[in-house]
């Protein structure tokens, strides 16, 4: 089975624009996370999709935003870009127990580079 | 406020070496610890950890949790330049009646070895 997939793998944007980053899931997983990670805080979580519905978010602006399509691929939206939001965006995948409950084991996708000028 | 601590932050060791990564947690909603590997990419899984006391194993590297001093090891025996990595600990919340969880991550192990 293929991986997680994430496009593009680097990114370089400039203050005020804004970026939308894309992954594909493993082929059968349905719930799809997305991470934060930067060398001061580490790895975050921003927020999780299943079945096009966000279930859980995490502590970040509302300047963070995604979406989840029917065929599971995601993309999250960083809109009026900030110095501190370059990072890297990973991307997990799980597949999900009976009833769509979320499953502990997320695999993680390369990521994608984002640098903000 | 959930937070998971590893310990030591870095390490430099020499093939052939034993190393043990520490990790503990204070979190909220409890379901369980991971451990993962990130070589400059994708953080790949290693072990998943829910019961106390119960060993899991794969090849050289083995991992323990103990829910009532809230903490987990991670050991990799006669260590091998292939295992210089950031070695990461998470641990998953979320209510069982709840659908939806997230990981709570530690800052990383940063493991170096030398030939």
């Known amino acids: 089975k293929a991986g997680v997939t994430q496009t593009p793998r680097y990114l370089i944007k400039t203050r005020g624009q804004q970026v939308t980053l894309s992954c594909s899931p493993i082929?059968?997983?349905?719930?799809v996370s997305w991470y934060q990670q930067t060398p001061g805080q580490g790895l975050q979580f921003l927020f999780e999709y299943f079945s096009e519905t966000q279930r859980n978010k995490g502590n970040f602006p509302g300047r963070f935003s995604g979406r989840q399509f029917s065929n599971s691929r995601s993309e999250m939206n960083v809109s009026t870009l900030e110095l501190g939001d370059s990072a890297l965006y990973l991307c997990?995948?799980?597949?999900?127990?009976?009833?769509?409950?979320?499953?502990?084991?997320?695999?993680f996708g390369p990521g994608t580079r984002l640098t903000v000028l | 406020e959930d937070k998971v601590v590893q310990s030591p932050l870095s390490l430099v060791v020499h093939e052939g070496d034993t190393v043990t990564l520490n990790c503990s947690y204070e979190?909220?909603?409890?379901?369980?610890l991971l451990w993962y590997k990130q070589e400059k990419k994708a953080p790949t899984f290693l072990f998943m950890l829910?019961?106390?006391?119960i060993e899991k194993k794969s090849g050289r590297l083995s991992s323990i949790l103990d829910k009532k001093e809230l903490f987990s090891i991670l050991n990799i025996t006669a260590t091998q330049t292939g295992d210089s990595a950031v070695y990461l600990c998470?641990?998953?919340?979320?209510?069982?009646?709840?659908?939806?969880?997230?990981?709570?991550f530690g800052q990383g192990t940063t493991l170096q070895v030398k030939p």
């Open positions: 979190v909220t909603n409890f379901r369980s």
């Open positions: 829910t019961s106390s006391g």
């Open positions: 082929s059968g997983h349905r719930s």
């Open positions: 997990a995948s799980s597949s999900p127990g009976l009833g769509g409950f979320w499953a502990d084991t997320q695999y």
């Open positions: 998470a641990v998953a919340t979320g209510l069982a009646s709840s659908n939806t969880g997230k990981l709570i």
